[in-house]
């Protein structure tokens, strides 16, 4: 009787030591599983918000609508979302930086898995919407697609062609002013229709109207009036948030499609 409640004690202790390792074997596999799922996470780049201020303005000069739309966007995409604003004539700095966050592997060369996994989406005001369209065709011959391109009553330099939008370019849009000094192109068109959608050529009139931009510099309401309003209109810098929302999967109010 003794003997059998003895044996009985010793079966129940190893099989607990018997559970107990099991465990620890588990929890062990379940560790070093880890960084090989935080490498297949990490082996999509993230989505790439690119915006070019115009003029001479600075890449961070919060006046601008430009600046003020990717810091909401940062804030409200702490992750997964990769926003950055340049100078407009920092068309190259900004092509270095995109095939930085491409190249998943690290190894300076991109291969044709990493460059369709990018999700770029480009947008500018005055010269920098010209910038967008000539960083899109240098993408273009790069191989790399592109979401979206939008271009804020864009200003193209002498020599240079921002009505075409190349091939690789899914969806762009087009927001315009015709008065003033400065006035924006107004007939963006597909190099190639069947790979392009012209989202349109959307016209704004400011000879009636009270914006005042009274952050903007002075010369800027003075000489290049229309041209400084089309910039601080809110009602252009919501549609062009709606448009970079929708093209990266999410709603204008910020949730996930369904």
């Not at 992750?79 to 190259?92: C, D, F, I, M, P």
């Not at 010269?127 to 697609?145: F, M, N």
């Not at 979206?148 to 927001?175: H, R, W, Y």
């Amino acid at each position: 009787m003794i003997c059998a409640l003895v044996h009985r004690r010793i079966f129940r202790s190893i099989g607990v030591l018997i559970l107990y390792f099991a465990a620890m074997l588990l929890v062990a596999r379940l560790i070093s599983a880890g960084p090989i799922a935080a490498n297949e996470a990490s082996s999509e780049p993230p989505a790439i918000v690119i915006g070019f201020v115009g003029g001479y303005v600075s890449h961070d000069n919060p006046v601008h609508s430009e600046v003020q739309l990717a810091a909401r966007l940062r804030r409200e995409y702490p992750t997964g979302v990769n926003v950055e604003t340049y100078e407009s004539y920092r068309g190259k700095k900004a092509r270095q930086n995109i095939l930085k966050i491409l190249d998943t592997h690290r190894d300076g060369t991109l291969t044709m898995e990493e460059k369709q996994n990018a999700r770029i989406i480009i947008y500018g005001h005055s010269w920098g919407g010209a910038e967008s369209v000539y960083l899109a065709r240098q993408l273009e011959k790069d191989g790399i697609p592109v979401l979206l391109t939008v271009q804020v009553d864009s200003i193209c330099a002498p020599g240079k062609d921002d009505l075409t939008i190349p091939g690789n370019v899914a969806q762009a849009a087009n927001f315009y002013q015709d008065h003033g000094l400065l006035r924006g192109d107004h007939d963006i068109r597909a190099a190639n229709p069947a790979h392009t959608r012209i989202i349109g050529n959307v016209r704004f009139d400011y000879r009636k109207s009270a914006l005042t931009c009274p952050e903007y510099p002075w010369y800027d309401r003075i000489f290049a009036k229309p041209h400084t309003q089309i910039e601080c209109d809110p009602a252009v810098w919501n549609q062009v948030d709606s448009l970079i929302r929708i093209s990266l999967g999410f709603e204008a109010s910020g949730r996930p499609r369904q």
